[in-house]
Every structure is written in structure tokens, then in C-alpha cells.
């Protein structure tokens, strides 16, 4: 990854400052607020520095805000259990965003790489046939 140290402490602190800040997430809407500061440090960084990898990580966690986003507005439309919110996923996309952080810290490109595949997963599990296969055990997030 061809980043400045100086933009790779920004991105980590911000990191940090998101995670601090979805522990006082009161609803499910203010936890997607604070989230989405995550991949809007990156995409401010990729302005002035653009890198594969942040690109990754960007669309990949901008893909899962949005994902939950839908899934959530879908929830509140249609009151039935079947599309209700996983109130679940939201630790697993805090336990994602640490996990991404650690990565990013280390530098190491493979395992940045198998988190967000792991994002992407629970992006996918947001989807009708994700959450089947989720529930079903057949999709491990």
C-alpha cells in the first residue's frame, strides 16, 4: 500500500473515533450515522492519495452502509419478522471495522483482504437469500 504515514494515522484514528462512537449508538440509524464516517475518511484520503486497497475498502464498506441502510428502511415498510432488522449485524459491523482497523495498522494486504471479504458477506446476508443462507448456517459471517 503506496500511503503516506501521515494519512494512514489519519484513517486509523478515524477508525478508532467511529468504533468509540457506535458504542453510544442509541438506534440502529444513529449506528449507520456514525459508520458511514469510515468510508467517508477513506474517500477524503483517496483525493489526495489513491491506493487499491483504499479503494477496496471503500467501496466495500460504503456497499455494507448501504446494505443495512436498506435492509433497515425495508424493516420499518414492512413490519413482518421475516424482514425485520438483525439487530445482530450491527456488532458484526463494528467487529468488522476493528478487525479492518488492526489490518490496516499491520499493513498487510491479505489480511485486509479477508476481512472485507467478510464485509461482504455480511453485506450479502442483508439480501432475501443472504439472510436464508444465513440463517441456515450456509453463510458465515
Do not use: W
Amino acid at each position: 500500500m503506496k500511503i503516506s504515514q501521515e494519512y494512514k494515522d489519519l484513517i486509523v484514528n478515524e477508525f478508532e473515533e467511529v468504533d468509540q462512537s457506535l458504542q453510544s449508538a442509541q438506534d440502529p440509524n444513529d449506528f449507520l450515522y456514525f459508520f458511514s464516517a469510515s468510508f467517508g475518511i477513506l474517500n477524503r484520503i483517496m483525493n489526495i492519495q489513491c491506493d487499491p486497497t483504499l479503494v477496496f475498502m471503500h467501496q466495500i464498506l460504503q456497499s455494507l452502509h448501504q446494505s443495512m441502510q436498506a435492509r433497515l428502511q425495508a424493516a420499518g415498510i414492512n413490519q413482518s419478522s421475516t424482514m425485520a432488522f438483525p439487530i445482530e449485524f450491527l456488532a458484526k459491523m463494528k467487529e468488522i471495522l476493528q478487525q479492518l482497523r488492526a489490518a490496516f495498522m499491520k499493513g498487510s494486504d491479505a489480511e485486509t483482504h479477508s476481512v472485507l471479504s467478510r464485509a461482504a458477506n455480511l453485506t450479502y446476508a442483508s439480501s432475501g437469500n443472504g439472510y436464508y443462507l444465513y440463517i441456515r448456517q450456509k453463510l458465515n459471517i
